[in-house]
């Protein structure tokens, strides 16, 4: 019985190596052969025939043995050996055929990494072919920048401690100014990030004498900074704006209506801590969470009423207590979230005000200044402006500032002003971080916005602009 095996190898354009393993296993095999017969002549049909190697289609080397029948040489101990030669000489091609995968593979990783490589390479070329118009934006965005600082030059005019400080400010600016043009028009002569820290420099200057303003018109709105969660969905506090540096006592009012306990806390640090210093029980309920601290005493609007109570926290009785002639209460003209905040008691720079409304105003916005004391309505302004529309409102420099909304994507979106009995519509966005805001008062002393985000208590701060002609203008 004739048997026929075969080697195979990959990417083998002439069969040199099978020829080479012929000519070593040949001798052997012949020895082998005639060493069992050695005066016999072996025919193709009696023993081994055939040695030869070739190519098949796909370019592989093959090597084909004629082994004669078993019968022949099944008993003898050299057929055995012989057996045993066949075997490893299969298990030699098999393990060709492993290597001729292992090829394949590993070719298909060196294409795989030659088409990254490419790729790479036109990733670099894109980046140099953009780098002019980056650095053309990003000094674009510094002449930008300059150009917000100018306006805030005429501001400092009114210090004129600092004149020589100012004068050094302007020409740093027009000199900044100056760079900045030159390098649109040669991109690389200067330095991005020195340029830009020196801006940042400048603006930090500008800002801290910015801070000494007193007054000032409504900018911009940053933040908001997270004190602390506590309390329900809706709620109120605050600091007192007239109270020295040293005290920075905090008090808080959890819900809007029901409730007569007010927690004192000594300082912002216990306040995040929990640690209350004094609990108040007040003689009437409350209805909303638009309450302020002012000089030492609590003024809240009283429960199913358009009475406003001060209370003195020193002495822990009810001060003064005064009916808003015709405000509506309980829910009549809330702001838009509801929670009877029909009025809505407020401070700033210029002393005590009350937002409300009325019947007489159409369910309009109506503004009083009152008399911190005895709680006497001094003078009233009537917007246009609907009460049941606002999302929330407070004072800044006598200018009434309206929100949109209680929700997200609230703005602060009208403006009052009772200096000029004139109003404006206005777009200053802020971040309504948790959605839901029920109280948002403004604190002179700290120039901030405290806020009840559904269950948050955060702090906005506050940029003002106030400009001053100077002789220069004239």
């Not at 990959?10 to 060493?35: A, H, K, N, Q």
């Not at 004149?163 to 600016?173: M, T």
């Not at 004192?264 to 216990?270: A, L, N, P, R, V």
């Not at 009025?343 to 159409?362: F, H, K, R, S």
């Amino acid at each position: 019985m004739l048997k026929d095996y075969t080697l195979e190898k990959s990417d083998c354009p002439e069969p040199v190596s099978m020829r080479v393993l012929l000519s070593v296993l040949y001798p052997v095999l012949s020895l082998t052969i005639f060493g069992l017969y050695p005066s016999m002549t072996i025919g193709p049909k009696e023993g081994w025939q055939v040695y030869s190697s070739a190519q098949d289609a796909d370019g592989r080397c093959i090597c084909t043995v004629v082994a004669p029948e078993q019968s022949l040489c099944s008993r003898d101990a050299k057929s055995r050996q012989l057996r045993q030669l066949l075997e490893k000489v299969q298990n030699m091609s098999q393990s060709i055929e492993v290597l001729n995968l292992r090829t394949q593979r590993d070719f298909q990783y060196v294409m795989k990494m030659e088409n990254q490589m490419k790729g790479l390479r036109t990733k670099f070329r894109q980046i140099e072919d953009d780098r002019k118009s980056v650095m053309a934006r990003n000094f674009q965005e510094l002449k930008d920048k300059m150009d917000e600082l100018k306006p805030l030059i005429p501001v400092l005019e009114q210090y004129k401690m600092d004149a020589a400080l100012i004068s050094q400010f302007k020409e740093e600016i027009r000199n900044l100014s100056a760079v900045l043009t030159g390098i649109q028009e040669e991109l690389g002569a200067y330095d991005y990030d020195e340029l830009y820290q020196r801006v940042l420099r400048l603006d930090s200057r500008l800002r801290s004498c910015m801070g000494k303003l007193t007054c000032g018109k409504l900018m911009k709105i940053t933040g908001p900074v997270t004190i602390k969660t506590s309390g329900t969905r809706f709620g109120a506090w605050m600091t007192d704006p007239l109270a020295s540096t040293r005290n920075n006592r905090v008090w808080y009012m959890d819900s809007y209506t029901n409730s007569k306990i007010v927690r004192e806390y000594k300082t912002m640090e216990d306040f995040v801590a929990g640690v209350v210093s004094r609990t108040y029980s007040l003689p009437f309920k409350w209805e909303g969470t638009n309450h302020i601290v002012y000089n030492g005493s609590l003024y809240y609007n009283k429960y199913q009423s358009n009475i406003i109570v001060k209370y003195s926290f020193e002495t822990g009785s009810v001060l003064a207590q005064r009916a808003l002639e015709f405000a509506g209460f309980h829910n009549m003209y809330p702001y838009t979230w509801g929670g009877y905040s029909d009025i809505d008691v407020m401070a700033d720079e210029l002393g005590m005000w009350v937002v409300y409304a009325t019947n007489q105003n159409a369910g309009n916005v109506v503004i009083s200044q009152i008399d911190p004391d005895t709680l006497q309505v001094l003078k009233t302004w009537t917007t246009e402006y609907s009460k049941r529309n606002a999302g929330e409102s407070f004072m800044i420099c006598g200018t009434l500032y309206i929100t949109n909304s209680h929700l997200s994507g609230a703005k602060v979106y009208y403006a009052y002003s009772t200096k000029t009995s004139s109003y404006e519509y206005i777009d200053i966005p802020f971040h309504n971080q948790y959605f839901h805001i029920s109280m948002l008062d403004y604190n002179a002393r700290e120039r901030a916005l405290y806020a009840w985000n559904n269950g948050h208590q955060v702090i906005f701060n506050v940029t003002l602009f106030h400009v001053i002609k100077t002789e220069d203008d004239s």
